[in-house]
């Protein structure tokens, strides 16, 4: 059975960000209209899809695949914060998402923001 999530509810916007910004990376508001990546235990607003010229576009709803440290986030409704390099991990003062996939082996996690 062929499983395909992407476009599901996806919802972007093109915000400037600060220079760090990285592409595929949790990200959080710095400012009016900005955004930078959020860092260790921080929860995060949305993923940045592309970084260019001081602007982010960044997925707010959607679905997306993601590195996670630490234990592997629980399948269902779950709480994520950045992990500070990229990644995503539990945490309680994140927000809660949808984990649709974990993959152990790869350290990956299949969320719908």
Do not use: H
Not at 2 to 9: P, S
Not at 52 to 60: E, F, H, I, R, W
């Amino acid at each position: 059975m062929l499983n395909y999530l992407d476009g599901y509810d996806r919802k972007e916007v093109t915000l400037s960000a600060v220079t760090t910004v990285k592409k595929d990376y949790p990200v959080t508001v710095a400012s009016n209209f900005t955004v930078k990546n959020a860092s260790d235990g921080e929860a995060f607003a949305g993923i940045c899809t592309a970084a260019a010229k001081g602007y982010a576009s960044v997925l707010l709803s959607g679905y997306t695949v993601l590195p996670y440290t630490g234990e592997a986030p629980a399948l269902g409704c779950c709480r994520l914060v950045s992990d500070g390099t990229g990644g995503v991990k539990a945490g309680e003062n994140g927000r809660e998402m949808l984990v649709v996939s974990v993959d152990k082996a790869a350290s990956l996690c299949g969320i719908i923001l």
